[in-house]
Structures are given as C-alpha cells and as structure tokens.
C-alpha cells in the first residue's frame, strides 16, 4: 500500500494538507488569487457570465476595499492581484471574500442554467502573498497574458476581460516594458496553466 505523504506543519503552528492549500491571509500585502472551475468546466465560456464575472469581482473588491491591480478571466479560471489592507476585514476577508464571489457565480450559472441545486462548480483557490518586486512584477504579466498563453488571442491587450488594455493605457512605455521584461514560466509551470 502506497503510504500518504505527512501534513507539513507551518510556522503558525497549523498543518498542511496535500491537495487543500493553506490559507493565511492574515497579513496586509499584495496577493494573487487563482482559482479553477470543478473540473476545469467551461463555466466562464459565456461572454455575458464572463461580463457577469468581472463586474462581481470589482465590486465585491470595492466593498472589501481591495484595490485590483490584475485580472484575468478565462472559461475555467481566473487569476487576480490585488492590494489587501490590514485589519480582518481585509486580509482575513479575502477568503470569505472569494467564497462570496464563488456562492454568487454558482448562484448565477445555475439560474442561467436553469439547474438549481448545484453546490460544487469551484474548486479550492489558491493565494499567494507577493512579498518581493521580482515576483510581483512576473505575476502581473503573468495575469496579463494569461489569455495568449491559452492561445485565446495574440495581444494581451484585445482579451476583454482582463486588465491589460487598461494597464497598459495608464502605464508608461517604460514602466510596460520592464512588465513585459519579467519571465513568468516558473509561475505557469506551478500553477499548470
């Protein structure tokens, strides 16, 4: 019999479990959030559920005083940075935060569906506390041409749901250019997206 692998135990004192990711978002920071539909279904595929989507998103963001810096909405998952202030109702709020937005997407796939009662269309998301320049900068292009890395389109910039355009429009060519400087194959690999 193949023995399980054993919990690692974290510095907070709490274990980690294999195929649950921790989540300790106690900290003001900057964060990356992925998250992935059940079973990779194209939930997301319908323009007007991913208009739906983006909207949720901001405005679940503005209430929790999030400040988005990337987003990228594809037909089974999303990526997102975003700038979480201290205090519970911030850092700690990003977990209920996202199950709110996860609760109301289901809620709304399965009106748009006419199929109520289905609970389990997400699977668990995963944060990570960008804590150094190097790694931020790679996730934000990173999220920005998550839609060419899947092929969807050439230019990051005609996605129409993800921020590149828009950062792009608000940047300088310079500061863009060291964005687009930052490889982030180590990040795809991780995330297997």
């Not at 279904?41 to 319908?46: F, Y």
């Not at 503005?62 to 205090?87: M, P, R, T």
């Not at 920005?144 to 300088?172: M, P, Q």
């Amino acid at each position: 019999m193949e023995e399980l692998p054993t919990p690692r135990q974290s510095a907070a004192g709490t274990r980690d479990w294999p195929h649950a990711p921790p989540h300790r978002l106690g900290a003001a920071g900057v964060y990356m959030v992925t998250a992935r539909t059940s079973g990779g279904e194209p939930l997301l595929a319908d323009d007007a559920m991913k208009d739906w989507f983006e909207r949720t998103l901001s405005r679940i963001s503005e209430q929790l005083g999030w400040k988005l810096e990337a987003w990228a909405i594809l037909s089974n998952h999303y990526h997102f940075i975003a700038q979480v202030g201290a205090g519970k109702k911030n850092a700690e709020g990003l977990s209920s935060g996202i199950r709110k937005l996860h609760s109301l997407a289901t809620k709304e796939l399965n009106c748009r569906d006419a199929t109520p009662g289905r609970t389990r269309l997400w699977q668990n998301f995963r944060e990570t506390h960008l804590t150094l320049q190097r790694g931020y900068l790679a996730r934000l292009n990173y999220v920005h041409r998550n839609a060419v890395n899947h092929g969807i389109v050439s230019l990051a910039t005609d996605y129409k749901w993800c921020s590149a355009r828009e950062f792009k429009n608000a940047v300088t060519p310079a500061w863009l250019k060291t964005v687009v400087s930052f490889q982030f194959t180590e990040i795809a690999a991780k995330d297997g997206e």
